[in-house]
């Protein structure tokens, strides 16, 4: 079971790489060597896409609009990641798309930031959203972590999801290794699949008002030692908490809803030793 599991992280991790490969593929790529980008043209011939940035040392911010007098509209599938000098992104008006997994495992990323004239997109106090402030599309990985000259971990950093946030994007806190704790709103409704998937978070405060986590949504957050879910929520997916394996979960994950109203997914819950952590569920009213 546990082997089996294993794999299962290992099939995410490497489908992620080899999908990284096939969106920055050659096929058709321009070049912008004084900005380490590259980028595909749209099929409107009109505007383009960015489909890779190199990491560089002395590069510590991404600007993005234009390239050759024309557009970027588009930032791709895996186009921004594992950019471990990258610290700050500035997204420009042009851009109207943002694709899953575009901005990812970048752990010293301090601040994405959005032109004021952006149609569908803006950033609240340098993190991602949508246009409406209502999805979190991205978290910054190192926002005000604190590392140490090595580059290792000093102090983790605490955030505070803003009211009127309904729901956290796919892979938008994807292996935050920086975050120790996260607030929700009473506003959140969704946590959508691959959220929080191996992120170093050790606490999570939700309010009433969540209804949905998604698939794979906390899988191997393995330094999650307490987990409250509100009485609103209605369904997991499926290995939404798996590998969580702090013990201790064990004496501190409660559902404050009654378990025949919650839907549970394959493998929802968090383990210890191979094992489902039962959580503390509200009794069902009479």
Avoid at 127 to 155: C, H, I, M, W
Avoid at 242 to 257: D, G, H, Q
């Amino acid at each position: 079971m546990k082997a089996n599991h294993c794999k299962r992280i290992a099939a995410l991790l490497l489908a992620c790489a080899l999908m990284a490969l096939t969106f920055t593929g050659c096929f058709g790529r321009e070049s912008d060597k004084q900005n380490h980008t590259e980028y595909t043209l749209n099929e409107d011939g009109k505007s383009y896409t960015l489909v890779y940035f190199s990491d560089t040392q002395n590069y510590t911010k991404l600007e993005i609009n234009a390239f050759n007098g024309l557009p970027v509209t588009v930032i791709g599938e895996y186009a921004i990641q594992s950019a471990e000098h990258l610290e700050e992104i500035v997204i420009g008006p042009n851009v109207t798309e943002i694709r899953d997994w575009a901005i990812i495992l970048n752990q010293h990323l301090k601040n994405i930031f959005v032109a004021a004239d952006n149609p569908n997109y803006c950033d609240e106090d340098g993190v991602l959203f949508s246009k409406d402030k209502t999805v979190l599309v991205a978290y910054p990985n190192g926002q005000n972590v604190v590392f140490e000259r090595n580059g290792s971990l000093e102090k983790k950093a605490d955030y505070t999801v803003p009211e009127g946030t309904r729901t956290i994007a796919h892979n938008a806190f994807m292996k935050t290794q920086g975050l120790r704790a996260v607030t929700f709103p009473a506003s959140l409704r969704e946590i959508s699949d691959s959220a929080f998937i191996h992120s170093a978070v050790e606490e999570i405060t939700i309010a009433e008002g969540l209804t949905a986590i998604g698939n794979d949504a906390f899988i191997q957050c393995d330094e999650l030692k307490q987990l409250t879910l509100p009485s609103t929520l209605q369904s997991i997916g499926d290995y939404a908490f798996y590998l969580c394996t702090n013990k201790e979960l064990l004496e501190n994950f409660t559902i404050l809803a009654p378990e025949a109203q919650v839907k549970l997914g394959k493998g929802a819950l968090p383990t210890v030793k191979g094992k489902a952590i039962v959580p503390h569920w509200a009794e069902a009213t009479k």
